[in-house]
């Protein structure tokens, strides 16, 4: 059991929490995820690591409610617990001095690009940060990415902040001033990574990207989170989850996303009948 | 008086219900007809059966226990030799061991005694009995050293109720949020049900073991960190990664691996979804690539899930079938359909990017290989299709690298797994021993159960020694 100690909604459908879990806080890295479970019937799902905190034991999750797994969870408050949360797994970010770097950042996924652009900045990288979404309250932890940023763009669909347009237009943007750039992360949803990875193989940037495919253990033992790099199989929990963005079979992954569709609408409904009649 | 030639019949779930739902198939004996098989049994004196037990229970002295109608004897006589006798009654291959040798199915026209099934038994009855045995280990607890437990499979299930017994403070961390390894994850229900697999568990718990679950080691807590906090350490983590064959269409929607399958089956009970959250599908038509018991396991689970056919293709032919004969049995009384000598070499795909069918072609046995089986080897032009909505990959494991890459130290063998003393467990680090699986690769939950103890025994040789020598040096005792 997993004590949260704060339980915040930040945006539409975007929950943070911070939880207690020392010896995950005292061993998570950048790039690092967990694995919740919540309730004895409870799916296991994967969860970046948005921070962490070896000191006081904690590490933050921010997650989107996408399914009944996700709803479930941001039905809890302050003082609840998790039934389980194990990490912190998969293989952390690559994070050195290398120069001058971009992070792009969409969605929840700006919560797990967070500890990458601190460690990029904490090596001593130029950091260039590129945050985007829908409309200016679904663009997340500006203030923590700008922190860690010798510089911050925030692009907006509709223009409510920032610049209008898409993050893949911020990231031309950004090279076209001339300075070499060493190397990209981009964190969001599926689409956005697949777009930036184009466009930063047009640039000639190297791209990492954070795949987030269907989990179950997060260990490495059932497969089910394999996706294709390179036209090899590689586990997305144990080999990933960063991957090449240039090398990443996209409409593969994507297809993949989409096999449980049905499964997943069918237990939503359970569990929006179930919350309404407990109403 | 006369030996009856034959077993006393033993009560299953008739196979048109048992395909509906994952009760459990056998429903055991009752103790009059337990009496009545162990009134088969010879009582032989340097029982063939016993030699053949890797972890060599005294077979005749519990079965004539059994038969005095005294089950506390039987379960005494048990105890001392296995921890989990209710799940070794279960899964054992007892056919290639204990049964497989015995003096009486050797007598032609007679077939063996029902060891497996009188071992369940007594376990079964045993039931509620066992928690007396609570305090007896604990008293000692943490006397002799602390000892780590990585994993909770058979083999580190079996090591730490061994050294507990002994006296040892023995935690054991296992990464998923419930113990137990395979035979919580792998094996299905209605084989092995998850409440004996629990109740013994509870038994090892209750001896004073300590169990953290979600504690990945190599992840949450560093080999580095066990090292200064225990004196030794048992690596028991499975062979736990999934092979591909790696044919193009594996990553097709319906293409899994039988652990994938199995795990949201048994562990995460996706064949009660939507009341568990995990969905597994509904398939029409799925085959399974493979031959062992993990084929046989998806096989029938894909069954009980309401497929309207379900085919197992293997490369070799029914004779080497690896599987336990009783799983097969029951898989064909199921009604699976087996596509011997056969090989998939193409997943197809429906245009949507699911899966439509299975490519296949015909094999013949050609030399034997390495492993002393004749090779197959493929017909050419004897291509065919097989139309499924579901394919699920049972071709075996290989070791999981999460706990092998954060422990470099660690000599392997040329397959990837750790190297270790078959009789001691002892690796290439002193204070690490293995055993079970990440040491031979897949194999039973029996010879898991073996290495654990042959580890528990050297674990505690081990520890002495070192606090022998220490207290020499220091000319005081450092616990
Ligand atoms: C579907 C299936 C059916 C089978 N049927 C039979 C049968 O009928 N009869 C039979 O005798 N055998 C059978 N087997 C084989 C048998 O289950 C295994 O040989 C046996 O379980 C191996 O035991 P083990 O202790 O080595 O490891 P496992 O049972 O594999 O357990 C290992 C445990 O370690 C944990 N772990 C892994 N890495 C870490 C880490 N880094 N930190 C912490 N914990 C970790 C895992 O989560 C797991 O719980 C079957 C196997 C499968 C998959
Ligand atoms: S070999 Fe068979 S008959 Fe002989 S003791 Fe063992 S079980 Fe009994
Ligand atoms: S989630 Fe099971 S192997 Fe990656």
Redesign the interface.
């Known amino acids: 059991m997993y004590k949260i100690l704060y339980a915040r909604d930040i945006a539409p459908k975007e929950f943070d929490f911070l939880i207690e879990a020392p010896e995950i806080a005292s061993h998570a890295k950048p790039g690092q995820f967990v694995i919740t479970r919540h309730g004895e019937r409870g799916e296991r799902i994967p969860l970046t690591v948005a921070d962490f905190d070896p000191i006081r034991g904690t590490i933050r999750l921010i997650f989107q409610v996408v399914g009944r797994a996700t709803a479930e969870m941001a039905s809890l408050r302050e003082g609840d617990f998790i039934t389980d949360v194990a990490g912190p797994l998969g293989t952390p970010s690559d994070i050195e001095r290398l120069g001058t770097v971009m992070a792009v950042g969409g969605g929840v996924g700006i919560a797990a690009l967070f500890p990458i652009i601190r460690g990029l900045k904490e090596t001593g990288n130029k950091v260039i940060t590129i945050l985007g979404g829908r409309t200016s309250e679904l663009v997340i932890m500006k203030d923590e990415c700008g922190r860690y940023s010798d510089e911050l763009i925030i692009t907006t669909d509709d223009g409510s902040e920032g610049q209008k347009g898409l993050v893949t237009d911020a990231m031309k943007f950004a090279a076209s001033r001339g300075e070499r750039i060493d190397r990209c992360w981009a964190i969001g949803p599926t689409v956005m990574m697949k777009f930036c990875s184009f466009t930063a193989s047009e640039l000639g940037i190297p791209i990492w990207v954070s795949m987030n495919p269907i989990m179950i253990d997060g260990t490495g033992m059932c497969g089910g989170c394999r996706l294709s790099v390179g036209g090899k199989i590689k586990f997305g929990c144990v080999d990933g989850p960063e991957f090449d963005g240039a090398k990443v079979n996209w409409d593969e992954f994507m297809n993949r996303m989409g096999q449980y569709r049905d499964e997943e609408k069918i237990s939503m409904e359970r569990y929006e009948t179930g919350v309404a009649l407990w109403r | 008086m006369a030996v009856n030639k034959t077993r006393t019949p033993i009560g299953e779930q008739n196979p048109n219900e048992r395909v509906k739902n994952f009760g459990e198939v056998c429903l055991g004996y009752t103790e009059d007809e337990g009496r009545e098989e162990a009134a088969r049994c010879l009582q032989c004196r340097d029982a063939p059966c016993v030699e053949s037990c890797p972890v060599s229970i005294d077979i005749p002295a519990f079965i004539l226990a059994i038969k005095d109608g005294d089950m506390t004897r039987a379960a005494d006589v048990m105890s001392r030799y296995t921890n989990l006798p209710a799940v070794c009654g279960r899964v054992c291959p007892q056919e290639t061991q204990c049964e497989g040798v015995c003096r009486l199915g050797r007598a032609k026209g007679f077939e063996p005694v029902a060891i497996g099934k009188l071992e369940r038994l007594v376990a079964d009855r045993n039931y509620s009995r066992q928690s007396a045995q609570k305090a007896e280990g604990a008293a000692e607890n943490g006397k002799i050293g602390r000892v780590a437990v990585v994993g909770s499979g058979p083999s580190g299930l079996t090591v730490a109720g061994d050294l507990v017994k002994m006296g040892y403070d023995v935690t054991i961390f296992e990464?998923?949020?419930a113990p137990g390894g395979v035979l919580m994850?792998g094996i299905p229900e209605f084989r092995l049900p998850k409440s004996i697999v629990e109740h013994e568990i509870r038994s090892i718990t209750n001896l004073g073991v300590k169990l953290v679950?979600?504690?990945?080691v190599g992840?949450?807590?560093?080999i580095g960190e066990i090292e200064s906090g225990f004196d030794a350490c048992f690596i028991g983590v499975g062979a736990?990664?999934?092979r591909?064959q790696?044919i193009p269409g594996?990553?097709l929607?319906g293409v899994?691996?039988a652990?994938?399958y199995l795990?949201?089956i048994n562990?995460?009970?996706g064949y009660e979804?939507?009341?568990?959250?995990?969905?597994i599908?509904k398939s029409k038509r799925v085959v399974i690539i493979g031959g062992g018991n993990v084929a046989m396991d998806a096989a029938r689970s894909a069954m009980r899930l309401g497929a309207d056919a379900v085919g197992i293709i293997y490369r070799r032919s029914e004779a080497e079938l690896p599987a336990r004969v009783e799983e097969y049995h029951h898989a064909l009384e199921e009604g699976i359909s087996f596509h011997w000598l056969s090989n998939p070499t193409e997943y197809a795909d429906d245009g949507t990017?699911s899966l439509k069918g299975v490519t296949c072609e015909k094999m013949e046995l050609g030399e034997p290989d390495a492993s002393g089986r004749r090779r197959p080897v493929p017909i050419p032009g004897s291509e065919f299709f097989i139309e499924a909505d579901t394919a699920i990959e049972a071709i075996g494991q290989e070791a999981?690298?999460?706990l092998l890459s954060a422990c470099p130290g660690l000599k392997l063998n040329k397959r990837g797994y750790i190297e270790a003393n078959p009789d001691t467990g002892e690796t290439s680090v002193q204070w690490i021993f293995a055993g079970g699986d990440i040491v031979t690769g897949a194999a039973t939950v029996i010879l898991a159960m073996g290495a654990g103890k042959a580890s528990a025994m050297a674990i505690d040789r081990y520890v002495r020694s070192r606090k022998a020598q220490s207290d020499d040096k220091s000319g005081r005792r450092t616990f």
């Open positions: 990464a998923l949020h994850y679950t979600n504690a990945i992840r949450t807590i560093t736990g990664a999934p591909f790696g594996t990553a929607n899994s691996s652990s994938e795990t949201r562990l995460m009970r979804f939507p009341d568990y959250n995990t969905p599908k990017g999981n690298k999460v």
